[in-house]
């Protein structure tokens, strides 16, 4: 399939051509118009291993993407099959691609007072090229949506309740790079990503930091709009709010001004006089003071970051800089990366001095014996997106089933190290009675869960015996026990919180406690039958009750002798109101994630 790919922003347009077959894309043209004036704009094609560049007359965007057709024939590629748009803010709603019909346009100019600098242009190339091409599906792919699987203590900032109500809220942005870099990470390490902790650096004009939790956007260092975070070429980053009343008060300027201030005149550009760090790099190196305070608070307020990071996920595994300024800067790299040993990340000098790009490579820059992986890789957004158009267009209907609803209290599974600690050595469960999933079954013992705040009495313990010890509690339950259980889908233990159980014979302190991410089980002909995969992210309604529901983000998962069924918490149970034998219906596609999630 032939994908024609747009990014277009309020001054310039860049698209690729791709050539996606058996799962892979393969770019063959890359193409730009920037600066647009006085009837001309710059423009470069990359097609067969060359590149050229000159002048046109094109004075806009509608002119730009109207010339596109001719640069594609006069290079011999015909057939545009689909065509993807960069859309950078799609809320809270567009959780992966949507494929961008009157209806769904309508909901994404919505969307426009969150994104007022970005959006109009994304959509001002989608209505200009259903123009140009017809016929081709357009699919939007949002920098947003790879973070909406953020957790409410990141999305959330502590305002009234009627701003939250209103919108004020954290999403993140650069969602398609940090994604398209993590999964080349993992490629380069030989490991699955979802087993990995990877914080993504991503510094370009625009820059953001993300901790990627096992294949997750955990959180991102952009807000509410791509202001927050770090210092970047012409943006501020992180600045107290109160920095809006202070200047009111002292320099009479107005909230327009604050803002365009903040976006445009600030950063490198605020404080050097020049958003381009090649040149605050030259002169900081000639003896400019401003420049090198410039370079000393951009890899501060970077480095802070990556080490915030760590903290969230409870460690790192894999720290990977991409971007202009990621890519080809070893000094950046190297003053974010100084300072970080106390976590055991170590540059090697040679290796960050040498990084080579060439082929999508992303070479390891960390020293012998590092803990911790540092990577480079060039950033490919258009290539991801031209992936994930192909996925969009290649997934089948599902075709809606009724699927049983159980809820979950909680319970452990326990490993044999921990059996014969809480029970005695060579102590074997009683099966009290088999559950649906087939092989699994209800001990009769109980557990007691201990914590800072309070202890939860009789806790069930479901077998078999597992490899590792894994306790699943619901959100209240964790507050009842005073300890911040993590959402996890089952398996998935490294770095979960400490937690003591209490047995008959004796007590042990052990990781695993989570709150088990709801999901559902399938086996492969009902998975066929609806048009799902292993891996993808559903939302699913549990419409019977007066406290109907929609519960989004619920993985699925395939094995083969599954009983399919939805597994959730009391609390979600309880949110949606739920009975005995109520059912659910999948009412959404929302994503997909690596099969063996
Ligand atoms: P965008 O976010 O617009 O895609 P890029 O990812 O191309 O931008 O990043 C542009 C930034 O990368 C600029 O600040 C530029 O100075 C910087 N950059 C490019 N090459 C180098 C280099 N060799 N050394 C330092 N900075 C560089």
């Known amino acids: 399939m032939r994908i024609l790919v747009f990014n277009a922003g309020s001054s310039s347009l860049k698209y690729g051509v791709f050539d996606h077959a058996q799962g892979a894309a393969r770019q063959v043209l890359k193409g730009g118009f920037e600066r647009f004036r006085d009837g001309v704009c710059d423009w470069t094609v990359e097609a067969g291993g060359q590149r050229e560049a000159g002048q046109a007359p094109h004075a806009d965007l509608a002119a730009a993407v109207a010339a596109v057709p001719g640069v594609l024939a006069a290079r011999g590629i015909a057939g545009v099959e689909a065509v ?24 994404i100019e919505r969307l426009t007072p969150l994104a007022p600098l970005h959006n109009p242009a994304n959509l001002q190339a989608v209505r200009l090229a259903r123009q140009v091409w017809p016929d081709p599906p357009q699919v939007g792919v949002f920098d947003t949506s790879f973070h909406l699987t953020n957790p409410p203590r990141v999305t959330t900032y502590a305002v009234p309740e009627s701003w939250r109500a209103a919108g004020l809220r954290r999403y993140g942005f650069h969602g398609t790079s940090h994604k398209y870099v993590a999964e080349r990470a993992a490629e380069a390490l030989g490991q699955p990503v979802t087993a990995l902790r990877i914080i993504s650096v991503h510094l370009g004009n625009g820059a953001s930091v993300c901790a990627i939790n096992l294949g997750r956007s955990l959180e991102s260092s952009m807000g509410l709009t791509p202001l927050e975070g770090l210092v970047m070429g012409t943006r501020s980053g992180d600045v107290d709010p109160g920095a809006f009343g202070y200047l009111h008060r002292q320099l009479g300027l107005t909230i327009e001004e604050i803002e365009a201030a903040l976006n445009r005149d600030s950063g490198l550009k605020g404080l050097t006089g020049s958003s381009d760090m090649r040149d605050v790099e030259d002169r900081a190196a000639a003896g400019d003071g401003a420049a090198q305070l410039a370079i000393n608070l951009y890899a501060h307020r970077a480095r802070k970051y990556v080490g915030a990071y760590a903290a969230a996920m409870g460690g790192v595994d894999a720290v990977i800089f991409t971007g202009g300024i990621g890519e080809n800067s070893p000094s950046m790299r190297r003053r974010i990366c100084d300072g970080l040993e106390f976590m055991g990340l170590r540059l090697d000098f040679d290796r960050n001095q040498a990084v080579d790009l060439t082929d999508r490579a992303a070479p390891q820059i960390q020293a012998y ?87 939860i009495e009789h806790v069930a313990i479901l077998g078999p015996l597992r490899k590792r010890t894994q306790i699943e509690v619901s959100r209240t339950d964790s507050f009842a026990l005073g300890i ?18 209490i047995g008959p014979y004796g007590q042990i302190d052990t990781d695993g406690l989570i709150v088990a991410a709801r999901h559902i089980h399938m086996n492969p002909a009902d998975a066929l039958a609806m048009g799902l995969e292993d891996g993808q992210i559903v939302g699913v309604n549990v419409g019977q009750g007066e406290r109907s529901l929609t519960f989004g983000r619920t993985l699925i998962r395939i094995q083969p002798n599954a009983f399919t069924e939805m597994h959730i918490d009391t609390d979600e149970a309880n949110a949606a109101g739920i009975g005995a034998g109520w059912e659910g219906e999948i009412v959404a596609l929302e994503a997909h994630l690596d099969p063996g999630v």
């Open 84 to 107: 993807g748009h960069r859309i950078a803010h799609g809320g809270p709603d567009f959780t992966g691609p949507a494929t961008l019909d009157e209806a769904t346009l309508a909901r």
């Open 484 to 501: 911040d259980a993590p959402v996890r889908d089952s398996g998935q233990l490294d770095g979960t919180p400490v937690i003591r159980l």
């Open 369 to 455: 014996g590092s803990r911790v992986a540092v990577l480079v890789t060039e950033t490919a957004e258009q290539l991801q997106i031209a992936r994930e158009v192909a996925q969009h267009l290649a997934r089948p209907a599902a075709a809606p089933k009724p699927i049983p609803v159980a809820v979950s209290g909680r319970h452990v599974h326990l490993a044999a190290d921990s059996l014969a600690a809480l029970f005695g050595p060579g102590y074997e469960l009683t099966v009290k009675k088999p559950l649906r999933q087939p092989g699994n079954w209800a001990a009769e013992e109980r557990v007691t869960l201990v914590g800072p705040k309070g202890r």
